[in-house]
């Protein structure tokens, strides 16, 4: 939904964790995301949603971005510990934890 709604163009920016789409945006969406500050997390061992999602989203706004706007924070391993059927899915957690995301944001 995150992402949806940045095509809205009514947010600054945004921080999304653990995309769960295909990845593969339409055209549209793509136009609408252009220059728009997108900062993307994801764990590799995401058990849930594969961390391939989110590497196609982030080509796909990088292709499409005339500067860099694009973030994306990638993680091997589940930074908060979890296991079992959530291992990999804490980047939210983790992307709350940390102070750049809020002086980013500011920034925007």
């Known amino acids: 939904v995150g ?3 940045l095509t ?3 947010f600054a920016g ?3 964790a653990a995309y769960g789409f295909t990845g593969t945006l339409p055209p549209k969406a793509l136009q609408r995301l252009r220059d728009v500050p997108v900062w993307v997390f994801h764990s590799a061992d995401d058990v849930i949603f594969p961390v391939s999602c ?3 989203l982030v080509a796909g706004l990088r292709g499409v971005n005339s500067k860099d706007v ?3 924070s990638r993680f091997d391993k ?3 510990g979890f296991t079992g059927d959530v291992r990999g899915h804490s980047t ?8 750049e995301v809020y002086k980013w944001l500011l920034s925007l």
Do not use: C, W
């Open 78 to 80: 589940d930074q908060e």
């Open 14 to 16: 945004g921080v999304i």
């Open 54 to 56: 989110a590497d196609k």
């Open 92 to 99: 939210g957690i983790t992307a709350s934890k940390d102070p």
């Open 3 to 5: 992402v949806e709604l």
């Open 70 to 72: 694009v973030r994306y």
């Open 8 to 10: 809205s163009k009514r």
